[in-house]
């Protein structure tokens, strides 16, 4: 265990890089603020909050916003409350049209009623309620003034009555109350109200602490118990709901960071969206990160996160490539190969990243990893190691992008991260691969060093058809001084431990 060493954001933490990399960065003296998407595929019905922001300055219809980011109860996937014989639908706010959203007449007919009762009144009566109090782990009544003199006023008035401590208001970071009220509230179901929330310039200070609903009545939370358990987690780590969507989202977790490494991408092995889609999200996000680092003053580098898939396709018959290399789009899309608009999207927006770095003087390095294998810390599947296990796994569709597969372990791609972070020399683009092999060879290794499987022979082999990819030379990186520290017995040992012990695939 090294000593303090500045604080250095992960984008995507949950992912099987983005976790072994924070495990390594808070095992190196490394305090960490790591960045995690809502999952729209995992309702959990356990969490939940409510948030209201009102508006005290106007009746006006088109200026209320009445804001309820999610309304989550443990009986029932939803609950009708009735106050004064009304019936409160779902209301949110759409921050792209900045529209209230939900049927219309009933949001006329919950507001023009309040003329008697108040929306304060309104509040308060929901606030107070039995069924919320008991339901809520947690709440707070914020009273903000009629004026304040700037954001980072409101911000400290918004924080500490949460908090229920008091700052000078100059005393910390832009971001302080907001990252404070963010990791507080993370894992509570909890209401606040925002009693005199009079515009939407004032409800976009404090928006950003409130952990991210995006389904109306549900909260979607990917799980980071595995992240909280990591050795001196509780001390040195943040975590943060961002999305390469809502590129802004990143501004507080990278602000006061010395370091960036970007491993956060959307992954579409199975081309649900168009490629056009996917690539317009990863480069959006990319350079909102970046944009990000630019305007913290403090983020001295960025390590983005890209793919051999970058490299490989190009139409060059070369037995191995270097970093010179790059995919081509037509060749990408002529070739089709496995998840076609991630290749698509990582090639472009590696490019893009590299064209921001060098127009506005950021220190960004790319680095360049192949088939990551090993052990993993994370609770889904990493599709590359499922992928390598595929004659283990007895999963024949895989076999044609296995023939002839280059490939690196996990923590050696962790360490690499790290080195291209600190190292003052470093530059441009760095592939990480460190062993080669083909879909042949392959079968030979498996069955001998693992005669309990049933590995596909020879014979069988030779029927199978796909893209033949180039070897990867780390030249670049092996001459900056970076080691690898693991071969093929490790790649697989570790792998195959892991699967067992997680229950995957046995």
Known sequence: ???????????????????????????????????????????????????????????????????????????????????????????????????????????????SQL??????????????????????????????????????????????????????????????????????LWDTKYLVVLDNISTKEEWDTPKSAFPKSTNGSRIHKKDTGFLKSLPGASEKLQIFNADLSDPESFNAPIEGCIGVLHVATPVDFEDKEPEEIV????????????????????????????????VLYNGNDEDEMDESFWSEVDIIKAIKPLGGSYVF?????????????????????????????????????PSSVRIILAMILDDNDQYKYLMNTPMVHVDDVARAHIFLLECSTAEGRYICSSEIMTLERMSEFLSERYP????????????????????????????????????????FDEAIRCCKEKGLGY
């Not at 924070?22 to 003296?29: A, E, K, N, V």
């Open 279 to 310: 690539t317009k999200r990863s480069i959006n996000g990319a350079l909102g990160i970046l944009k990000a680092c630019l305007n913290s003053k403090t983020v001295k580098r960025v390590v983005y996160t890209s793919s051999a898939s970058t």
């Open 115 to 184: 003329t008697n009762h108040g929306k304060t009144n309104l509040a308060k009566t929901v606030y107070n309620r039995r069924a919320i109090h008991h339901h809520f782990e947690f709440r707070a009544w914020v009273s903000l003034p009629d004026e304040v003199a700037n954001d980072n006023e409101l911000e400290n008035i918004f924080g500490s009555q949460i908090m229920s401590t008091t700052v000078e208001t100059n005393a910390k970071d832009q971001y302080y109350w907001i990252r404070e009220v963010h990791d507080f």
């Open 452 to 491: 309990e499987f049933q590995i596909p022979t020879l014979d069988y082999l030779k029927e199978i058809r796909g893209y033949k990819t180039a070897g990867l030379s780390s030249k670049k990186l092996l001459d900056s001084g970076f080691k690898y520290k693991y071969g093929l017995n490790e790649m």
């Open 1 to 111: 265990m090294e000593g303090h060493k500045g604080a250095v954001c992960v984008t995507g933490g949950t992912g099987y890089i983005g976790s072994w990399l924070i495990m390594r960065l808070l095992d190196q003296g490394y305090h960490v603020r790591t960045t995690v998407r809502s999952d729209p595929g995992k309702p959990h019905l356990c969490q939940g909050y409510l948030a209201l922001a009102l508006l005290m300055s106007s009746w006006n219809m088109h200026k209320i916003k009445m804001i309820l980011e999610g309304i989550l109860f443990n009986f029932c996937n939803f609950i009708s409350l009735w106050f004064w014989n009304l019936s409160v639908c779902h209301i949110e706010q759409r921050e792209e049209t900045n529209l209230v959203v939900g049927l219309e007449e009933d949001t006329h007919e919950v507001i």
């Open 345 to 381: 999207s990582k090639t472009l927006t590696e490019r893009a990243v590299v064209e921001f770095g060098e127009k506005h003087g950021l220190d960004v390095v790319t680095i360049i990893p192949s088939f990551v294998v090993g052990p993993f810390i994370c609770p889904k599947f």
